[in-house]
């Protein structure tokens, strides 16, 4: 499907996904350059809607699932469709479309510290803006409109025209979210989004992803490699072990003895956030 042809840059602003959509994996391999086989033969379907936790250890191939569903990586073999977009055949202008319906959420934040939150956040609109108008900084009303209403969903509407570097990291991962919601996607991916925050910080960036799904029943997919957290904050679990899925079910329920087969060792203390 060619979505240039429903979303002609030339012509205004581009719409907005009318999501939420499911996300499909199929057959999927991933082998870097250096031979690294990252994802083996991965096939799931995640329903429009569902709040998912991919969880597993380092180097288990969590990111790397996640930036093959937005187009930052190319599967070796197998396809990945994301709603209505094939990503894993789209390129260049086709591709930077579809990744405008997929909001992602990062370990790191990957704000700009020196620029307002206001102007962080409006960073998610650019996907929908024409590029004259992204180029000359001019957003419209509606834009503007769309970010206060981002930034006041996760609590962040008082400090809008702070810093983004003087936030806390909760703070700023508020603002991450608020970035990623102001650009209306149908889908939110987030990888690792409260390993560097501290326990009650991380819990409370966790329930704003749950209530956000909640609320829009957009569709959740996040990267976790702690138990409590996938088991409280998400319905579904997937679990990755060397690039293979091990595990597909229900996250509340999921027992110690699945996260050890998840894991391929005992759990462990660090294996928990903890309150
Ligand atoms: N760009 C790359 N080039 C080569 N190998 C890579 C690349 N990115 C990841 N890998 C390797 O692919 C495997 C899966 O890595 P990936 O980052 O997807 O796992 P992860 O579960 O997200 O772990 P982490 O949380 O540590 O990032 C690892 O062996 C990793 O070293």
Redesign the pocket.
């Known amino acids: 499907m060619n979505d240039l042809t429903t979303r002609p840059e030339a012509e205004g602003d581009m719409p907005s996904a009318s999501g939420p959509w499911p996300v499909e994996l199929d057959d999927v391999t991933?082998r870097?350059?250096?031979?690294?086989?990252?994802?083996k033969n991965v096939s799931l379907t995640v329903g429009a809607g569902e709040m998912v936790a991919?969880v597993?250890?380092?180097?288990?191939?969590?990111?790397?699932?996640?930036?093959t569903i937005n187009g930052l990586?190319a599967p070796t073999s197998g396809s990945v469709r994301v709603g209505p977009h094939a990503v894993s055949e789209l390129r260049g202008r086709a591709l930077r479309h579809a990744r405008g319906d997929i909001g992602m959420i990062f370990?790191g934040f990957n704000l700009a510290d020196r620029a307002s939150v206001f102007h962080n956040a409006l960073v998610g609109r650019f996907s929908h803006m024409p590029t004259w108008r992204t180029t000359l900084g001019l957003a419209t009303e509606a834009d503007r409109a769309m970010v206060m209403r981002s930034l006041d969903s996760v609590g962040m509407l008082e400090k809008v025209w702070h810093r983004a570097g003087a936030l806390s990291g909760g703070q700023k991962q508020r603002v991450a979210i608020a970035r990623a919601l102001s650009q209306e996607p149908a889908v939110m991916l987030a990888?690792?989004p409260v390993?560097s925050l501290d326990p009650p910080t991380a819990h409370s960036v966790m329930a704003d992803l749950a209530a956000i799904n909640a609320s829009r029943g957009l569709t959740v997919l996040v990267?976790l490699?702690l138990m409590d957290l996938a088991r409280q904050y998400t319905t579904r679990m997937i679990g990755?072990r060397a690039?293979e899925v091990v595990y597909d079910g229900p996250a509340a329920s999921a027992t110690d003895a699945d996260f050890e087969a998840i894991y391929g060792r005992p759990v462990q203390a660090r294996d928990r956030l903890g309150e």
């Open positions: 991933v870097y350059p250096n031979g690294v086989v990252a994802l991919v597993g250890l380092s180097g288990s191939g969590k990111s790397t699932m996640i930036r990586v370990q990888d690792e390993a990267n490699h990755l690039g």
